[in-house]
């Protein structure tokens, strides 16, 4: 072989060398988009397979300029309504004018229904967590109807809000491509999180505030819990972080309306 032909060969081996440890790096753990719209093609989205790999690389090779995403923050808070903390953080946001996105569970809210009527005309949003909060990724497609069936049912008969109808969130962020088509099926956007800074384990506030703010991106759906009086603590400081760096604060609805879903899967990642 003479020196031509082996340059050629060694540029070869190094380009393959690096496409492989792009596609197979943390091969164990499939990506995680923030949305998945019933029009997105599921396998593409999350499987580790080498197919879907080359296509998400591909994807993300064309995002284009991402210098100038939309400087907006949802806030979502999963679980509940409970009976003392829910109340708290509704008067905390209240306090601080800035609107939320509640994921409610249809057990509960069955329980607490003045609350869960008290959450919609405060003026937040509500989507369906499910109706009794399982690990869906164990669930038979007909199950997880069963329980986004049911959920949005009991929310219905509280509620008005046509976010019941549209989004979903699975209880633990666990699914699998057979869960998002089910959701899919239903018509829902299966909407996850750009940032989980933990606040279901027990951290304190000041933690979970400087998470959030190392974590930062624009767009940003945002991960809490309602049940977490750390998480009420902290919102204060991150609302003025937040409002201080050209942030606002929307709902999950304005922010699919404001922002595309490529924009909110592929925000900009970095500290801002």
Do not use: C
Not at 132 to 153: M, N, Q, W, Y
Not at 157 to 168: E, G, M, R
Request: aromatic letters at 8%; hydrophobic letters at 40%; a neutral charge.
């Amino acid at each position: 072989m003479n020196r031509a032909r082996w340059l050629a060969a060694a540029v070869l081996a190094v380009v393959l060398g690096a496409v492989t440890y792009r596609l197979f790096l943390h091969s164990s753990a499939p990506p995680t988009p923030a949305v998945v719209t019933p029009s997105m093609d599921v396998h593409a989205a999350i499987s580790t397979t080498l197919d879907a790999r080359i296509a998400r690389l591909l994807r993300d090779r064309s995002n284009g300029d991402r210098s100038h995403r939309p400087r907006l923050i949802a806030l979502t808070f999963d679980d509940g309504p409970y009976p003392v903390t829910t109340p708290l953080l509704l008067a905390r946001l209240h306090d601080l004018r800035v609107p939320a996105t509640f994921f409610l569970i249809g057990r509960d809210a069955l329980e607490f229904p003045e609350l869960t009527r008290r959450i919609e005309q405060s003026g937040n949003e509500i989507g369906n967590h499910t109706y009794s909060h399982p690990d869906l990724d164990k669930l038979s497609p007909p199950r997880v109807a069963f329980e986004l069936k049911k959920g949005r049912d009991v929310l219905r008969s509280f509620v008005k809000d046509p976010a019941v109808d549209l989004f979903f969130r699975p209880p633990h962020g666990r699914y699998t491509e057979a869960t998002l088509r089910t959701a899919q099926q239903l018509h829902y956007d299966t909407i996850l999180w750009n940032d989980d800074p933990g606040d279901w384990r027990s951290l304190p506030a000041d933690t979970l505030a400087e998470h959030v703010k190392a974590h930062a991106t624009a767009p940003e759906i945002l991960l809490l819990h309602s049940g977490n009086l750390a998480t009420i603590a902290m919102l204060p400081e991150l609302v003025v972080w937040f409002e201080s760096s050209g942030y606002k604060f929307v709902t999950v609805s304005d922010l699919m309306k404001s922002a595309t879903t490529t924009e909110i899967n592929h925000p900009l990642r970095q500290p801002v």
